[in-house]
């Protein structure tokens, strides 16, 4: 599997989750984020970590890992309030 297509892969599981909560309750909606999306989130983040190290950062997938992994875009969600939501940043496949 390509980088972009795991990727692409975690960002949907974020999103499935998403929808599986939708219409659920304020405070329901807070903790199944925070029991299910927080680790996919995390994990999303150090798979992203593990990525950047091993391509060149010269390369256009390097760079924006680079750019992603600084930024924590994606990565670190806040999952304080109900409202909060996922936000990942797709790779893009060029």
Do not use: H, N, V
């Amino acid at each position: 599997m390509t980088i972009a297509a795991e990727g692409l892969r975690r960002i949907a599981e974020l999103y499935r989750i998403e929808g599986e909560i939708r219409g659920m309750g304020p405070g329901q909606r807070l903790s199944a984020r925070q029991a299910r999306t927080a680790p996919l989130a995390a994990g999303f983040g150090e798979w992203l970590q593990s990525q950047r190290r091993r391509i060149s950062s010269k390369s256009r997938l390097g760079e924006k890992l680079a750019i992603s992994t600084a930024s924590g875009a994606g990565c670190r969600p806040s999952f304080t309030t109900a409202a909060s939501r996922p936000a990942p940043m797709p790779l893009s496949a060029d």
